[in-house]
Structure formats: C-alpha cells, structure tokens
C-alpha cells in the first residue's frame, strides 16, 4: 500500500527548526559549490524553509533573482520576516506544495529558470510515489534549456538508527506496522533511483552521489535528540495520542543512547546520508 498523507497540518515552526535542527541550512558548503550561483542567474528554491540558505544564494545572484517555495506557512512567514523584500529585491518567499506545482505555482512552470535548487526538502516532497515524478517534470518544466537542477537530501540509509527505532517504539506501543509504515514522512532513494529517473523525466545527469556523514546534533539543552525526533518525527508520533507521546520519545532516546551518544562528552550523532545530484536540461 502506498504510503498516504496522513494529515496536511504545518508540522513546522521557524523556532522548532532553529532549536533542534540548525546545523540543517549550515552544513550544506558541497551542494552550494555545485549550485555555484552566476551573480544574473535566477534561482528556485524547492522547500526552502525559513530561508537562510535561500538568502545566501540570493547573495550570490545579486543581480538575477531567486524565489523560494515551501508548504509551511509558518516557515514561509518567518522567511518573509526575516528577509524582506524591501531589503533584498532580488529575494521572494512563496507558499506553495511543491508536490502539485502546476496547480499551486503554475508560473514559475515557465522554463526561464538557470537553475532548480533544494536542500534537505525532496526526501519530504518525493514521499507520495504517486507525485515522484511530476515533481522532477515541474523541475524540467521550470528550467530554460541548459539550466541546471542541483540538490541535496536524504539518501538510502539515511537516519536510520532513529527511522527504525521510532517505527519499533510505535509498534510497542500499539500501532500496528502498516499504519506506522504509512505514517513514515520520508523517501530516501539509491544513486541508482535517482540517476534512473532524472534521465527518465529528460535530464542529462551530470552527478548523483551518495555521502555517509554522521551529523552532530544540538546539545540537550538546545534540543538534542528528543527535540530532533520531536520536530522530524512528527507524522510518526501523531500516530499515538498526545499523552503518551513523551512516553515514546523518552523510549525512543533510551534506545538510541547506545548508539548515537558518545561517551566522552555527551553529545548526540545521527547517520545522516546525503544524496546530491546534478542534472541539466537539455
Ligand atoms: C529540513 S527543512 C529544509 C529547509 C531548507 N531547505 C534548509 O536547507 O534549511 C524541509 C522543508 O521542506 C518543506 N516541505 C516538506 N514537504 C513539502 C512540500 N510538499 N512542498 C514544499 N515544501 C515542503 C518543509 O516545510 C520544510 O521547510
């Protein structure tokens, strides 16, 4: 059975991202040299968040334009806060599902763009296999020819001590595996997946590699692991009702503590494996 979205509420805020998750927008150097922003290129941003990254890419293509795109309107609106318009005109924030372009971002369809760029956010957006597809389409659809679509996200493996930890805590705590299984917000593709359809949508694939790359996290004060699996896990945890949520974090810290803490300072690490590509349009 495919996995189904299970609700449409904003599971982010600006502030949650920022406490548990801010080495997110930082850590990100590779995909940004790939990217390597032309001072008159335009820019999509495909779930660009609360807009860090975006306005660093802005800063690059001072004379071009960029605009970013995301689902949350919590983080859109912190986004927009954060880098007016006013103060940067070559800079715009939108409010848009990236999984249904065409309807709710029909222009920006336009083949104009120099390039399509998205960090962290595909592994979010690809999770309907029924939308895979149309969304590396809209991608194509959005570049002029010879524009490029350059991103990073989660790969094959990626967090998954934590993945699998949450989806046996909501097992033990009664949620049968199908329903967890169709709760889990992400796809993590293979090199091979990605190459495969991006030639497949009409890209020539010029890079698709896969990094492993164990990520430290905030530090419990700030966050840390309970934060990270409150804040990403949340279409998991909504599977159990809000009492017995602390329950299953706390059980899903424990577990995990022999294999994401380390012993001489306490900090917390996570397996992330990163996915990134470059591909252009013909
Ligand atoms: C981990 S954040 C990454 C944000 C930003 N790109 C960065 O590097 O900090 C993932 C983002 O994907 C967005 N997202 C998830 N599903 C989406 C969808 N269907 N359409 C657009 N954005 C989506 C979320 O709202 C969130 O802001």
């Known amino acids: ?3 189904t979205q299970t609700t449409n509420k904003d599971h982010w805020t600006s502030k949650a991202y920022n406490t548990s998750a801010s080495f997110v927008p930082k850590l990100t150097s590779t995909v940004v040299s790939y990217l390597d922003a032309q001072p008159t290129d335009t820019v999509l941003d495909i779930g660009c968040g609360d807009g860090p990254l975006t306005a660093q890419i802005a800063a690059a293509a001072q004379l071009g334009r960029v605009v970013g795109l995301d689902a949350s309107p919590s983080m859109i609106s912190s986004a927009q806060a954060d880098y007016a318009h006013s103060k940067h005109p070559n800079l715009a924030f939108r409010v848009a599902d990236c999984t ?3 309807k709710e971002a029909p222009d920006v369809l336009n083949g104009s763009w120099d ?3 998205s960090n962290a956010a595909y592994h979010w957006i690809l999770r309907n296999p029924e939308t895979r597809r149309d969304v590396f389409v809209d991608a194509f659809n959005a570049l002029k020819p010879g524009g490029a ?3 990073e996200m989660g790969g094959a493996g990626n967090v998954a001590e934590v993945r699998s ?4 805590a ?6 049968p595996l199908d329903e967890v299984r169709a709760a889990d917000p992400w796809f993590f593709p293979s090199e091979k997946w990605m190459a ?3 030639e497949d949508v009409g890209f020539n694939v010029e890079k698709v590699e896969l990094e492993y790359r164990p990520t430290k996290l905030t530090g419990d004060d700030e966050g840390g692991l309970d934060g990270w699996v409150r804040l990403f896990g949340a279409q998991l945890l909504e599977k159990v009702n809000e009492l017995k949520r602390a329950e299953v974090v706390k059980w899903v810290v424990e ?8 012993e001489e300072d306490g900090s917390w690490w996570i397996g992330y494996v990163r996915l990134r590509a470059v591909a252009k349009k013909p």
């Open 196 to 198: 495969t359809t991006l």
């Open 170 to 175: 909501l097992v033990i705590h009664g949620i």
């Open 115 to 117: 390039k399509v760029f």
């Open 1 to 3: 059975m495919p996995p």
């Open 255 to 262: 577990v995990l503590r022999s294999s994401c803490r380390r």
């Open 165 to 168: 930890t949450i989806i046996a």
């Open 149 to 151: 679509l350059v991103f």
């Open 100 to 102: 249904k372009l065409s």
